[in-house]
């Protein structure tokens, strides 16, 4: 009996360790560096179309949040900073940086408020409607193989990836490295 039981034992953990590997794989984005990001067209909040070739020459912060997401909105703060301080640097191969902020909910309401709270203040916030947030399966967040949030992709000049979900610390060293002056 000793001996079942601890092959039962064993058999359990490496069905468990097997499940948590499994999901990590899963939950990763679909692109790495040096990939181009998907093109897409899409409403801002505002009521201007984006579509996100058009902001090439620019770098480009494309953050999947949701307004439900714990992570997400504490580390909307500090997007915030990030923004306000390189928004109008001077970068020595790029005319700017511009943040795309991809809000996959089920709850417009709830999205809106949550920007409104947030101070998330820069123009292209875009709602990626979702019937199921176990899923995400969304337009965009498809389109970019999101699994989870936050997810964050940081474009270069020629709209290729250069990171992919760095921490906003992480963003902060890479562009600063990329500015003549901030």
């Not at 920007?115 to 995400?136: C, M, N, V």
């Not at 997810?151 to 250069?162: D, V």
């Amino acid at each position: 009996m000793k001996i079942t039981f601890n092959a039962l034992l064993n058999i359990l953990l490496v069905v468990v360790a097997g499940l948590f590997i499994g999901r990590y794989f899963y939950q990763q984005p679909r692109f790495v560096n040096g990939e181009p990001a998907p093109d897409f067209t899409a409403m801002a909040i505002g009521g201007q179309q984006l579509r996100l070739s058009g902001l090439q020459g620019q770098y480009v912060l494309i953050d999947f949040w949701g307004s439900w997401c714990g992570p997400c909105r504490r580390d909307n703060p500090r997007l915030v900073q990030l923004y306000r301080k390189y928004h109008r640097a001077a970068f020595r191969e790029a005319e700017g940086f511009e943040m795309v902020s991809i809000g996959i909910e089920e709850n417009e309401g709830r999205w809106r408020s949550a920007i409104e709270r947030d101070g998330l203040f820069w123009p292209y916030q875009i709602l990626d409607k979702a019937t199921s947030l176990r899923f995400f399966d969304s337009e965009l967040a498809k389109k970019f193989g999101v699994k989870k949030v936050p997810t964050k992709y940081l474009l270069n000049p020629k709209g290729q990836i250069i990171a992919v979900n760095p921490s906003v610390e992480e963003l902060d060293e890479i562009l600063s490295g990329k500015c003549d002056r901030e």
